[in-house]
């Protein structure tokens, strides 16, 4: 459900907004798309009050690790599944478009979205077409640095970065060279890398250590399943974290969640939390095949983090103003701010007891569940899907 409002105010709920320091009652008025005030006790002046009294309002929130080509295999989701459908009002796509697809992701997946919809560019001229399983970087020529090259350059507006699958399964004999064309790409382009780690789908090839795709990132590159307890992970056999990871986050690699079908391991990310180790961004890896569970969407995902004991100011940084660092976004988007179109979420935190699953099956006992309420983008408010939650 969605409608259109020229002139409305969220009236009464807590606004959580790290990028402008809020965090408190405040009222958010919106005129003709554009919020124009923000304060405790607004007077309507003859706005639509949308009554949030109880609920909590943030920036739009940002789910920085998604499968978004909808119709391409077994994955792609339309984006406002995950997007407006879940409270979320900013998708990324990870790579399910190389050069040769990306006009296609444009003219059919991010024009055709009500959720702003932004967009990893696959360094295998595959990208998703083939599935996950499959050696797509494992012959040199499924590489063109080129044709890359002039894609990124005619979509700056929606390219946040390049999607590296460093998986042995995925880079084959080719061995770690993918990684270093892609450096070299990330430098020549100014874009970051975001580098999927953990052997979730080839259980047959030798996993690559962590240690040695770190060699090839630096500050601002993003490493996605950091709670995976698949081979190549970021714990040693000890469940200690390798050196390398702690350099790594040290200089300024980001690190992300990417919960998935295969992803998020609560045990893992317990011993990651208890050594310190935090994340920057929280992610869904969604996609048809696990919205169902065990993902449902970006809310329910950060209520996982919330019952591993990331508190719920944290969890909704990390999904709005740390969200935008990580796509190089900020001042632009995760913030609240007058005179910005309204880029809004609104959600609700319920007192409840739950158990929340890995993706392993593996449970924990949750104490709060975080459910959407609203996406607003500009003049529009959408109601969320109707999904069966945990
Ligand atoms: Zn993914």
Do not use: C
């Amino acid at each position: 459900m969605e409608k259109k409002l020229e002139n409305f105010i969220l009236k009464g709920g807590r606004l959580i907004d790290a990028a402008s320091g809020r965090d408190g009652p405040f009222d958010v008025r919106v005129r003709g798309g554009v919020i124009d005030a923000i304060g405790a006790d607004l007077l309507p002046g003859g706005a639509t009050v949308i009554d949030v009294q109880g609920l909590i309002v943030t920036p739009g929130l940002i789910d920085v690790h998604l499968h978004l080509m909808k119709g391409l295999g077994a994955f792609g989701v339309d984006p406002d599944v995950f997007g407006v459908g879940s409270g979320v009002t900013t998708v990324v796509d990870a790579g399910s478009a190389g050069h040769s697809l990306l006009n296609i992701f444009r003219n059919y997946v991010t024009d055709n979205a009500k959720t702003r919809v932004l967009n990893y560019i696959n360094l295998s001229t595959l990208g998703g077409v083939t599935g996950p399983g499959y050696s797509i970087l494992a012959d040199p020529r499924l590489i063109d640095e080129d044709k890359i090259e002039k894609a990124v350059e005619a979509n700056r507006d929606i390219i946040v970065g390049i999607k590296i699958m460093a998986t042995g399964g995925a880079l084959g004999a080719q061995g770690l060279k993918p990684l270093e064309r892609a450096r070299k790409l990330g430098d020549t382009l100014r874009l970051p890398l975001l580098v999927h780690i953990g052997e979730s789908w080839t259980k047959d090839t030798a996993p690559v250590h962590v240690g040695d795709v770190l060699k090839y990132l630096r500050a601002g590159d993003i490493v996605t399943h950091m709670f995976t307890v698949h081979p190549g992970g970021l714990l040693d056999g000890n469940g200690k974290l390798w050196p390398q990871v702690r350099d790594a986050k040290q200089s300024g690699v980001l690190m992300d969640v990417g919960h998935g079908l295969h992803n998020l391991n609560f045990d893992v990310a317990r011993r990651v939390l208890d050594q310190g180790l935090h994340p920057d961004g929280v992610s869904t890896d969604g996609h048809r095949g696990n919205r169902a569970g065990p993902v449902y969407d970006l809310p329910t995902t950060m209520a996982k983090l919330m019952a591993l004991g990331v508190s719920l100011k944290q969890v909704i940084e990390m999904a709005t103003n740390n969200a935008a660092k990580l796509l190089g976004r900020a001042g632009d988007l995760g913030i609240v701010r007058v005179g910005q179109p309204a880029d809004i979420s609104v959600l609700k935190l319920e007192e409840r007891e739950w158990q929340a699953v890995d993706s392993q099956k593996g449970t924990i006992p949750a104490h709060q569940a975080l459910l959407p309420v609203y996406a607003i983008r500009r003049d529009t408010i959408y109601e969320p899907l109707p999904i069966e939650r945990p």
